[in-house]
C-alpha cells in the first residue's frame, strides 16, 4: 500500500477533476449532513461525525426498477431490463464504517451463483474515498464490531487528517492507495510519500481514539443466543417499547431486506423492489394469513440473531458496523448496545 | 450446505452466464459500458399457457401446464423435482410455486396454483394462450442422489402434492424406476374432491412397480377407498424404513402427527425430507423474508431434513 | 431532583404499592441527550427510574392497548387529549386507567437543536434555566429554549392536561409564537412546493404512524395489498400520498403532540397539513381535537346542521 500526504488545495484539485469527469457524492452540511452529489469541492463538508442516512442507498435504492413491462408489445418482448444507472461515481469523505458496510453488504448481494446486478454494477462503477475519523460520535461502536476509525475495510483511497490547518484548505492529509481503483483515481497525481513519522503519528492516533470506544457486550457469546437464549423472556423485555417502525432498519448501512411489487397503468409498468424490513409484522404474514413471527418480540429477536448470530455464521461477520444510527433513529430511544447487554447476560 | 452431504444439494445449476458475477475487488473498471453483461436472476422467462385443468371440485386449484416462448428457455431451465419457481403475472407481481411437473415429462411445465393471495387469484383467470412469467428453477429441490438405491415412502397431504408428485413421476419413469427401490405413495386430502391429479393417481394404483394408498379425511359420493387421516394411515401401511427415506409434504397438522408414527416405523431424522412454505420475495436468498435461523427456505430449501431443522428455531 | 420528578415517583409508586396498577407508564433516561425513553415502571425501584424534563415529547398513550390491565400513564395536555380521543373511539376502559396529568412547560424540538448544530449527533445537552446547553466535540452551543421548543407547544393552548385523575402541581409555560409556524403559504405553487420537499425526504419506515397514539388501525391502508391504496414505494408520488391520506385520517383526530414529527429519522414534518385538517373541523363543526369527553367527534356521527358545501366545494 502506497502511503503519501496531500494538502487541502490539492484535494480539492483531484476533486475538481473528479467531478468533470464522474459523479462525486459527498457529505453536505445542510440542515444536518447528508451524502449529495455535489458539483464542487468547496460543498463538501469535512469536519463532521457521520451522515444522517448511511452510504448504502447508493447501492441498494429505496426504490429501484428490477424491470419495465409493456403487454401491448410482441410477447418475447414484454419484458425490458431496467436500464442500468451506474455511472461512474466517486463517493467521497464517507466513513470507515460506510465502508466497512459495503463489503458486509457484498456478501449478500454478490453470492454465487445468484449476484443482484443493479447491486452490482453500482459497486464495480463506484471508487470509495474514505475519511478516517478522528473524533467519535456518542453512539459508535465500531471497534465492538470489527471496525475502527482507521479500519480500511472497503475503502479505495483512504484519508487521515493530520494537521487541521487553521484554515480549511489548510489541512494535510495522509492518503493511503488501498486499492487499484484507488490507484486509478489519482492517475497523473504525482503524490509524494509520506514519510515514517507521519504515518506512525496517524496510525498512534487512531489506536488513541479506538481505545476511548467502550467496547460493548461480548459478540461472541451473544453468537451462541440462538441456542442458548432462544426462548428467554429477555427477549420480550428488551422490546417493551419498541413500536415496530423501520428506522432502524432504513437507517442501517446493512440491514438489505426488500420486498417486489409490480406498478402498472394502461398496459405498461414497472417490476420494483423497495426497502422492506423484518420489523413490520406484514413482511412474513403468508397469503394463507399464516405468520411465522406474529409476535413483537420475535420480530426484535429475528432482527438481532439475524445481525449477531446468523450473519456471522453466513457470512463470517456480524452485520453490524457500529455506526449507532439505529440508536440516533429510534423514536423510542431504544439502544442496541443495552439490548445486546441485556442479551448477552441471558447466553 | 442444507444437508449432511454437501454434494447433493446444490442451488440451481449456474449457467455460464451467471459464473461471471466475480467480486467487486477484482473489478476495478469504472466505466459500466465495458462490462459484459451479467444474466440478471429477477427476470422472468416468458411462457405460454397450453392447458388449464381445474383439479379441485371447489375450484381453488387449478393446474397450469405452460410452455416456454423461446425454444432456448428450456435448457436455461434445468430443474429436478422439488424445486420452484417465481411464477409472475406482469402487473400483478410474482408467487413462489413449486414445479408439479417433472423433467422426465418434457419441455413443458406444470404448475399446481392455490388461488390464495392476488397473484394467484389473477393466475386463475388465465387462459390457455395467456403469458405466464417463470423465474427460476430456484431451491435445492429434492436430493435425488442420495435417494438413489433406496426406497422412497412418499407422504402428501391436500395441496402440498405437487412437488412429490414431481417426484413421483421422475422416480416411475422407465429409464429412472430401476435406481430407486421399492416406492410407496400416501396421499389424502379432506375429502374425494380435493385430491389432487385424480386421474393419474387411479393409473398409479394399477401399475404392480409402486404402491399407492389415498385416503380422505371423509367420504362423499362414490367414494369407496380408504377413509382416514394421513398420519393413521401411514400407521397402518407400516412403510418399512430400512434403506428407505420418507419425504413429507403436507399441511402443518398432518406433519405434526405423521412425524412421531414415521420416528416409530425406525426412520432416522436425517431420513424423513419436508419440504417447507415460506412467503418469499426475490427466490434467491437476498431479500431476508423467508429465512428460518440461517438457513433461506428459497436457497438453502424448500427441502429440509427433519434432522436440520430440529437445529433450527421453531419459526415456520 | 426537582419537585416535579419527586411528585411523579411519589405517585407512581403510592399507585403501585396500594395495587391501584400494574403498571406506570412514564419516561426514564435514555441513551442519548434529550432522549428520554418510555419507562415501565411495574415496582417501587421503576418508580424510582422516573424522570421528566423537556424532552419527554414521546405520546405514551401509544402504549395504552397493551396487555397489562389496569395502566397508570403521565400525561402532558396534548397527551391527555389524545387519551380522550381514544376513550371517545372505544379504544380500553376508562376505569382500567389512571391519568397522572403533568403541567408542560413545552418539549424540545430536538430537530431544531440539530439544525443550530448541523449536526445530528451531539454529546451532551443539559437545561441551565432558560437556556440548553448542546456540546458536540468541541463546540458549545448555548440556546434559549424558546427558540429550540416544539412548534406545537409554542402554540399549545392547552398545555395543563384537560382530563386526568391526578394532577401534578407544576409549571406550565406558553412561550407565545411570534406567527403562526404552522401557516401554509397563500400562494398554492409555494404550498405545493413544500409539500413537495418534505415528501421527498420520506423513506417509509413508518416511525410517524407507530409511535402515533391515534394511528392504531388494525391494518393500515399504507399495508395494504388488496386493493392497494398507496404505493409501498419510498418515491415522491407515493410518500405525497402516504403523508396526504394520514393527515386525512387524523382530521378532528390529530392532537398536535409533536410525536410524529419527533420521530421521523430524516426530518419530515407536515404539520402544517395536520394544523390545516384541524382548521377545517374547527371551524365548520366548532370542535377541537380531544377538549371534552363528552364532544362527539364530528367524522364519526352525523347532525342536522352539519355544513356541506365542502362537497361542492373547490
Redesign the interface.
Known amino acids: 500500500m502506497r502511503r503519501g500526504t496531500i494538502t487541502r488545495e490539492d484535494l480539492n484539485e483531484l476533486i475538481r477533476r473528479w467531478t468533470a469527469e464522474?459523479k462525486v457524492i459527498a457529505p453536505v452540511?445542510r440542515?444536518?449532513?447528508e451524502l449529495s452529489p455535489v458539483g464542487s469541492a468547496d460543498e463538501i463538508a469535512m469536519d463532521?461525525?457521520?451522515t444522517?442516512?448511511p452510504t448504502k442507498r447508493h447501492f441498494f435504492r429505496?426504490?429501484e426498477v428490477?424491470?419495465r413491462?409493456d403487454?401491448r408489445a410482441a410477447?418475447?418482448r414484454?419484458?425490458v431490463?431496467a436500464e442500468?444507472d451506474?455511472?461512474?461515481t466517486v463517493l467521497f469523505g464517507v466513513r470507515p464504517c460506510e465502508a466497512r458496510s459495503h463489503t458486509l453488504l457484498?456478501r449478500?448481494?454478490?453470492?454465487?451463483?445468484?449476484?443482484?446486478?443493479y447491486y452490482?454494477?453500482r459497486?464495480?462503477?463506484t471508487?470509495v474515498v474514505v475519511l478516517g475519523c478522528t473524533?467519535a460520535?456518542?453512539?459508535c461502536f465500531c471497534t465492538s464490531v470489527g471496525g475502527g476509525p482507521n479500519d480500511h475495510a472497503g475503502a479505495d483511497l483512504f484519508l487521515t487528517e493530520i494537521e487541521h490547518g487553521r484554515e480549511a484548505h489548510a489541512a494535510i492529509y495522509l492518503l493511503d492507495v488501498v486499492?487499484?481503483?484507488g490507484a486509478?483515481l489519482l492517475t497523473g497525481f504525482d503524490l509524494p510519500e509520506a514519510d515514517a513519522g507521519l504515518i506512525e503519528h496517524a496510525s498512534r492516533a487512531a489506536a488513541e481514539l479506538a481505545a476511548t470506544l467502550k467496547t460493548i457486550a461480548d459478540l461472541e457469546r451473544i453468537r451462541t443466543a440462538?441456542q442458548t437464549a432462544?426462548d428467554d423472556p429477555v427477549w420480550q423485555a428488551i422490546c417493551?417499547?419498541c413500536?415496530?417502525?423501520?428506522?432502524c432498519?432504513?437507517?442501517c448501512p446493512t440491514c438489505?431486506?426488500?420486498?417486489?411489487?409490480?406498478?402498472?397503468s394502461g398496459g405498461r409498468?414497472r417490476?420494483?423492489?423497495?426497502?422492506?424490513?423484518?420489523s413490520?409484522a406484514?413482511?412474513?404474514?403468508?397469503?394463507?394469513g399464516h405468520n411465522?413471527?406474529p409476535e413483537r418480540h420475535?420480530r426484535c429477536r429475528?432482527r438481532i440473531?439475524?445481525k449477531f448470530?446468523?450473519f456471522p455464521?453466513?457470512f463470517g461477520a456480524a452485520a453490524c458496523v457500529g455506526c449507532g444510527r439505529c440508536?440516533?433513529?429510534c423514536?423510542?430511544?431504544?439502544?442496541i448496545?443495552?439490548w445486546l447487554e441485556a442479551i448477552g447476560k441471558k447466553v | 450446505m442444507t444437508m449432511d452431504n454437501k454434494n447433493h444439494l446444490h442451488a440451481p445449476v449456474p449457467q455460464d452466464t451467471r459464473a461471471s458475477t466475480a467480486s467487486v475487488s477484482s473489478m476495478p473498471s469504472l466505466s459500466p459500458r465495458e462490462q459484459k453483461p451479467i444474466s440478471n436472476p429477477y427476470l422472468p422467462l416468458q411462457t405460454r399457457v397450453e392447458t388449464i385443468r381445474v383439479e379441485t371440485d371447489d375450484r381453488m386449484l387449478r393446474t397450469f401446464i405452460v410452455r416456454f416462448i423461446r425454444p432456448d428457455d428450456v435448457e436455461r431451465f434445468r430443474y429436478r423435482p422439488g424445486q420452484f419457481a417465481e411464477v409472475s403475472l406482469l402487473g400483478r407481481g410474482e408467487a413462489p410455486i413449486g414445479i408439479a411437473s417433472s423433467p422426465t415429462e418434457g419441455d413443458a411445465l406444470a404448475f399446481t396454483i392455490h388461488r390464495a393471495g392476488i397473484v394467484t387469484t389473477a393466475i386463475h383467470q388465465l387462459r390457455p394462450g395467456d403469458l405466464l412469467g417463470v423465474r427460476g428453477p430456484l431451491g435445492n429441490g429434492f436430493p435425488i442422489e442420495r435417494l438413489e438405491g433406496c426406497n422412497l415412502v412418499i407422504i402428501g397431504g391436500g395441496f402440498a402434492f405437487t412437488t412429490l408428485r414431481s417426484l413421483a413421476v421422475y422416480a416411475m419413469a422407465p429409464h429412472h424406476r430401476g435406481r430407486f427401490g421399492r416406492i410407496t405413495i400416501l396421499y389424502g386430502a379432506r375429502r374425494p374432491g380435493l385430491l389432487l391429479y385424480r386421474s393419474e393417481l387411479r393409473e398409479w394404483q394399477e401399475r404392480s412397480d409402486i404402491e399407492v394408498f389415498v385416503t380422505v379425511d371423509a367420504a362423499e359420493g362414490e367414494w369407496s377407498g380408504r377413509v382416514g387421516f394421513v398420519p393413521a394411515v401411514t400407521k397402518d401401511v407400516a412403510p418399512g424404513s430400512d434403506n428407505a427415506f420418507a419425504l413429507v409434504c403436507g399441511p402443518p397438522m398432518m406433519i405434526k402427527y405423521t412425524l412421531p408414527i414415521l420416528s416409530d416405523l425406525g426412520f432416522p431424522p436425517e431420513r424423513i425430507l419436508l419440504s417447507l412454505e415460506m412467503r418469499m420475495k426475490c427466490g434467491i436468498g437476498i431479500c431476508g423474508r423467508c429465512n428460518i435461523g440461517p438457513k433461506y427456505v428459497c436457497r438453502d430449501g424448500p427441502v429440509f431434513s427433519l434432522a436440520e431443522l430440529k437445529k433450527l428455531p421453531p419459526e415456520y | 431532583m426537582n419537585e416535579l420528578i419527586r411528585q411523579i415517583r411519589d405517585t407512581a409508586r403510592r399507585l403501585l404499592e396500594e395495587r391501584q396498577v400494574e403498571l406506570v407508564l412514564g419516561f426514564e433516561a435514555g441513551p442519548l441527550p434529550l432522549r428520554n425513553t418510555p419507562c415501565f415502571a411495574r415496582s417501587a425501584d421503576g418508580a424510582d427510574r422516573l424522570t421528566w424534563d423537556r424532552a419527554c415529547g414521546l405520546n405514551l398513550a401509544v402504549f395504552l392497548d397493551g396487555p397489562a390491565r389496569r395502566i397508570a400513564i403521565l400525561a402532558k395536555g396534548c397527551d391527555s387529549r389524545a387519551i380522550v380521543n381514544l376513550l371517545k373511539e372505544r379504544r380500553f376502559a376508562r376505569e382500567n386507567i389512571v391519568i397522572v396529568g403533568v403541567p408542560c412547560e413545552g418539549m424540545i424540538d430536538r430537530r431544531k437543536v440539530e439544525r443550530r448544530l448541523g449536526e445530528t449527533d451531539f454529546d451532551d445537552a443539559r437545561f441551565e434555566g432558560e437556556r440548553l446547553v448542546v456540546r458536540s466535540g468541541a463546540r458549545t452551543l448555548e440556546l434559549p429554549v424558546a427558540e429550540v421548543l416544539r412548534d406545537a407547544c409554542r402554540e399549545c393552548a392547552m398545555p395543563t392536561p384537560v382530563f386526568y385523575d391526578i394532577l401534578l402541581d407544576g409549571a406550565t409555560a406558553r412561550i407565545p409564537a411570534a406567527g403562526s409556524e404552522a401557516a401554509s403559504p397563500a400562494d398554492r405553487a409555494e404550498r405545493w412546493q413544500r409539500f413537495e420537499a418534505e415528501a421527498a425526504k420520506c423513506i417509509r419506515c413508518y416511525a410517524c404512524r407507530n409511535v402515533c397514539p391515534l394511528c392504531y388501525c388494525r391494518e393500515c391502508c399504507a399495508d395494504q395489498s388488496g386493493p392497494r391504496w398507496v404505493g409501498p414505494a419510498p418515491t415522491p408520488a407515493d410518500n405525497q400520498v402516504f403523508l396526504l391520506m394520514r393527515a386525512l385520517h387524523l382530521a378532528g383526530r390529530c392532537v398536535d403532540c409533536g410525536a410524529c414529527i419527533e420521530a421521523c429519522p430524516v426530518g419530515v414534518d407536515v404539520r402544517y397539513l395536520f394544523k390545516r385538517m384541524e382548521r377545517e373541523v374547527r371551524e365548520r363543526f366548532g370542535y377541537e381535537s380531544g377538549r371534552a369527553l363528552d364532544e362527539k367527534p364530528p367524522l364519526a356521527g352525523y347532525g342536522t346542521d352539519d355544513p356541506e358545501d365542502f362537497i361542492t366545494d373547490v
Open positions: 464522474r452540511r440542515d444536518v449532513v463532521y461525525s457521520n444522517q442516512l429505496p426504490s428490477l424491470l413491462f403487454l410477447p418475447d414484454h419484458v431490463e442500468s451506474a455511472d461512474p457484498d449478500v448481494f454478490l453470492r454465487e451463483p445468484y449476484c443482484d446486478p452490482q454494477q459497486r464495480a462503477n471508487a473524533s460520535g456518542p453512539t486499492t487499484e481503483r486509478s440462538a432462544f417493551l417499547s413500536v415496530g417502525c423501520a428506522a432498519a432504513f437507517l438489505h431486506c426488500f420486498d417486489i411489487q409490480d406498478e402498472v409498468g417490476r420494483v423492489r423497495n426497502w422492506d424490513a423484518c413490520f406484514h413482511f412474513t404474514l403468508h397469503a394463507s411465522p413471527r420475535q429475528q440473531l439475524h448470530t446468523w455464521e453466513n440508536i440516533r433513529a423514536p423510542m430511544g431504544n439502544d448496545r443495552r
